[in-house]
């Protein structure tokens, strides 16, 4: 059993942070490439950023770039997104996922999801 648990989320004004937060359940002796995903009403789902198993590759989206940042304290097993400078346009649920392969920016990419937080930034 592998569950992903997500929080974080919430409601801020433009040019503010939240950091979001996966915690990975289940299978700790296995080493997960995490996936940040988000999805806008009526848009599909759209790479944010990922994060190889031990933490050293990191890419982002160029939207997010520079203002996203992800990384992970795998002794707790868990994987962060810091969002920075937030932008109306960065409204959306957000989701994390986990591979046993490499990070990818493609859903298929992935096996295992989280519930989804909402991040709602106002203007």
């Known amino acids: 059993q592998v569950r992903l648990v997500e929080s974080g989320g919430g409601l801020v004004q433009a040019g503010g942070s939240l950091k979001l937060s996966c915690e990975v359940f289940g299978r700790e002796g296995s080493r997960f490439a995490m996936g940040w995903f988000r999805q806008a009403p009526g848009k599909e789902r759209e790479f944010v950023a990922s994060?190889?198993?031990?933490?050293?590759?990191?890419r982002y989206h160029d939207s997010v770039k520079g203002r996203f940042a992800t990384s992970r304290d795998n002794d707790k097993n868990t994987v962060f997104l810091q969002m920075n400078t937030l932008q109306p346009a960065d409204t959306a649920d957000y989701y994390c996922a986990a591979t046993l392969a490499r990070p990818s920016d493609r859903t298929s990419g992935y096996d295992y999801w989280g519930q989804g937080t909402q991040v709602t930034v106002s203007s």
């Open positions: 994060i190889s198993q031990g933490g050293g590759i990191r």
